[in-house]
């Protein structure tokens, strides 16, 4: 038990959210409790990971939740180990919650992404269909995050560009996905800034310079694509040449890289496969094994696409994220710490109390 790596969970503590600075130390070490010497809350190691409140050792836990993140069957599971399908089930559930937190946490920190390529899969559910829009980096291969929705409308492809944005720097970007124009107004609306003038009132907002958008349109009869073609809605041809040969892409404009991450996540989650009986019920199910697969293989996988960096590269070796390659139980172990607060608006001037609230 490292008490250097657990923050304290106390919302009102003056310390809440700090690691490494002295403020917690251990309480219990045979019950792994540690106790913040600020406001002396007691909390234990694994709150706020995925072993919080499981009773199975750490080991069969990760065992269990790595074969699950590589796609084995969930009846396998259950009677190699002798524990209930619904534990079983509960278990991958909550690796998908702490996978989106690292996520959100480590990844989506502005880097220079070079060229992203976005695609949305269809998905068959109990009772309808759902649609899940993913968003890569094609120089190192980590996923930039993914969005569910039962329609393929602008609001999906808006809070997946959204996501992309959150890791973009400001940096020539070339952006390619297939022919759904709600990509070029998501893009356009979403990568701007706004412009100060000094003036009162809401400044104007400004567009990303360099960011290029190619559209690859596929055409296909009785499931065999028969021509393809390239778009380049904004932006020089020129220009997206360099980015394409400056992100390590080969041959032309396409999104075969998106492509090659669809088809992981059909290997290794049940309810994506096609023609297939363990359709998901609920789209929670689905977001919740979206990143509980997506950060095994972007932490914990290394990929031979990425041997031209090094010999056992993870994407988020490649990217600059981590220096090693994470172990599952590493990244379910993984402290993400909260978010800054941030005070409620109000209309008219703060009092004294609100102000050492806010400077506290």
């Not at 959210?17 to 251990?26: A, D, E, L, S, T």
Request: aromatic fraction near 4%; glycine fraction near 8%; hydrophobic fraction near 35%.
């Amino acid at each position: 038990m490292n008490p250097t790596t657990i923050f304290c969970p106390n919302v009102a503590c003056p310390a809440r959210g700090h690691m490494g600075q002295g403020n917690m130390g251990v309480h219990a070490r045979k019950d792994q409790r540690c106790m913040c010497t600020q406001c002396r809350t007691t909390c234990t190691a694994t709150k706020g990971t995925a072993f919080s409140r499981v009773r199975t050792s750490a080991e069969t836990v990760t065992l269990v939740r790595t074969l699950l993140a590589h796609g084995c069957p969930l009846q396998a599971i259950v009677i190699a180990f002798g524990v209930d399908e619904r534990t079983v089930a509960d278990w991958g559930a909550r690796a998908g919650s702490p996978g989106q937190a690292v996520q959100e946490h480590r990844v989506e920190q502005p880097r220079d992404l070079g060229q992203v390529q976005a695609d949305a899969m269809r998905v068959k559910k109990q009772g309808g269909i759902v649609w899940m829009a993913l968003a890569m980096m094609v120089t190192t291969r980590v996923g930039l995050g993914g969005e569910v929705s039962a329609q393929r409308d602008m609001p999906l492809i808006r809070r997946l560009i959204e996501r992309a944005r959150r890791c973009a720097a400001h940096h020539p970007l070339l952006v390619c996905t297939d022919g759904v124009v709600s990509y070029i107004r998501a893009m356009r609306d979403t990568c701007r800034d706004p412009m100060p003038t000094g003036k009162s009132g809401r400044p104007r907002l400004r567009r990303w310079r360099h960011v290029v958008i190619a559209h690859v349109v596929k055409r296909d009869e009785r499931r065999r694509v028969i021509e393809t073609e390239r778009r380049i809605i904004d932006g020089t041809p020129a220009r997206v040449e360099t980015l394409r040969r400056r992100s390590h892409g080969e041959g032309v404009i396409n999104t075969a890289s998106i492509a090659r991450l669809h088809a992981t996540f059909r290997e290794r989650l049940a309810s994506l496969t096609r023609r297939g009986r363990a359709l998901a019920r609920r789209t929670l199910t689905l977001q919740q094994g979206m990143y509980r697969i997506g950060t095994v293989d972007h932490f914990c996988t290394p990929h031979a696409s990425l041997a031209h960096v090094g010999r056992g590269t993870t994407p988020a070796m490649a990217a600059g994220i981590t220096n090693h390659c994470w172990s599952v139980q590493e990244l379910l172990s993984f402290h993400v710490p909260p978010p800054r607060w941030t005070p409620p608006k109000q209309r008219g001037r703060p009092s004294q109390a609100f102000k050492r609230l806010i400077e506290r």
